[in-house]
């Protein structure tokens, strides 16, 4: 199917940690992850043994029908790792079965059927988790989604007509008005990203989550925190929602919980993880063994030392994209947390979005330098750090280097 974008152009046979390998031998530095997804490092050899391992065990059982170690251990661990009172997970397949299966859980437990998302969100390519997608570019074709989901403006400071450019939490009261005008009170759930990573790697502002939370339960729903994208270390701390003193009340996972390997899952308290009852969901491969065994050990990797180091380098990436601001016209703004950090690129004074710069940057980037990296936002036009978290100082300097190389160029 000619559904391929981006680096279609060559293949990878082989990877290991920062850098990744064509057939031909050509290496290359990877600052993308697979889209977020191999923050352990591609290949880790803990992560590898560890499914390894486990192949010669057990494959597969369907957990949800024959209990096995590796489901029950992850679950527990995933307890112990998660903000708050998040006790028990139910494991799928993928990040946008993850958001599915957290509204399924809270129509379910709220006993209500309204959804509401943000724009330029996004939360997965299934009809479910693409009606809360805030984006049209993903929908083209593909209408009409589920029902009884609306949309509130996102905390994009940048582009932002009730701010100047410094962002307060007041943005978040504009789910008031939507729940007002565009549904019929009967709210089961606010569905957010904490940094949205398609849509340009938006940070919102401090006390924003807060003020969204509060809004769901007054009006009797719950509030989804999407950490799909954010989560095991990403940001600089296991889970975004932890930089905002928030503890969602259910909360998807999936890409770099297994460092590769896939797997997805959802995470609520007691009070709410019990709403489902017998035959409520079901996952015939979720929770896999092969996967949550690698789950785990990715979790000891994460622990011993990557998260840290996500933070630590995330610390000097941050000011030092920030210093293309002050050197380029193109470069809007740079923004991020931990190793999660896009760069907005612009046509001319008047903010246009620079499109085709950014692809021409990264085009610039992976042929004259061999550094592999991604492309989003809104209007295409954010180039995306998100590295495998174990990159180094210098590799790091290595890929900011050119990305300079590539704003020159494209001047």
């Given at each position: 199917m000619p559904i391929a974008k981006g680096y279609d152009s060559f293949a990878i046979e082989r990877a290991s940690d920062t850098t990744m390998t064509t057939p031909e031998g050509e290496e290359y530095l990877d600052v993308f992850a697979g889209i977020s997804v191999t923050n352990a490092g591609h290949n880790d050899p803990a992560v590898v043994d560890a499914a390894k391992d486990q192949l010669d065990r057990l494959v597969h059982t369907c957990s949800y029908v024959h209990r096995n170690a590796p489901v029950g251990e992850l679950a527990e661990?995933?307890?112990e790792i998660t903000p708050g009172n998040l006790q028990k997970t139910f494991f799928c397949n993928s990040g946008t079965e993850a958001v599915e299966g957290a509204v399924k859980l809270a129509r379910k437990h709220t006993g209500n059927k309204e959804v509401v998302a943000l724009e330029m969100a996004f939360h997965g390519r299934t009809l479910g988790s693409l009606a809360l997608t805030g984006n049209s570019a993903y929908k083209q074709g593909m209408a009409p989604t589920i029902n009884d989901v609306a949309h509130a403006p996102a905390p994009y400071a940048y582009r932002c007509d009730r701010c100047d450019e410094t962002c307060s939490s007041d943005c978040a009261d504009e789910l008031e008005r939507v729940i007002g005008t565009h549904t019929s009170g009967d709210?089961?759930?606010?569905?957010?990203?904490?940094?949205?990573?398609?849509g340009g790697i938006v940070v919102p502002p401090e006390g924003w989550l807060q003020r969204a939370k509060e809004i769901a339960h007054d009006h009797g729903g719950l509030l989804i925190v999407d950490e799909v994208q954010t989560g095991y270390g990403r940001t600089g701390t296991m889970f975004a929602s932890e930089q905002f003193d928030v503890v969602p009340d259910i909360m998807p996972q999936a890409k770099g919980i297994a460092d590769g390997l896939p797997l997805g899952a959802f995470t609520a308290p007691a009070a709410i993880a019990d709403s489902f009852e017998a035959g409520d969901h079901l996952s015939t491969f979720g929770g896999n063994p092969v996967c949550c065994a690698a789950a785990?050990?990715?979790?000891?990797?994460?622990?011993?030392?990557?998260?840290?180091?996500?933070?630590?380098?995330?610390?000097?990436?941050?000011?030092?994209?920030?210093?293309?601001?002050?050197?380029?016209?193109?470069?809007?703004?740079?923004?991020?947390?931990?190793?999660?950090?896009?760069?907005?690129?612009?046509?001319?004074?008047?903010?246009?979005p620079a499109k085709k710069a950014a692809t021409a940057v990264r085009e610039h980037m992976r042929d004259e330098h061999n550094v592999l990296i991604g492309v989003g936002g809104y209007h295409k036009n954010v180039l995306r750090f998100q590295p495998p978290l174990t990159i180094d100082r210098a590799e790091l300097e290595r890929a900011v280097d050119a990305l300079e190389s590539g704003l020159r160029t494209a001047e």
């Open positions: 661990r995933i307890a709210l089961a759930a606010v569905v957010v990203e904490p940094v949205m990573g398609e785990l050990a990715n979790i000891d990797q994460l622990e011993d030392g990557v998260v840290e180091n996500a933070n630590r380098q995330g610390s000097w990436l941050g000011p030092r994209l920030a210093e293309l601001e002050e050197r380029y016209d193109s470069v809007g703004e740079t923004r991020g947390l931990g190793l999660m950090y896009g760069v907005e690129l612009l046509a001319d004074a008047d903010r246009t």
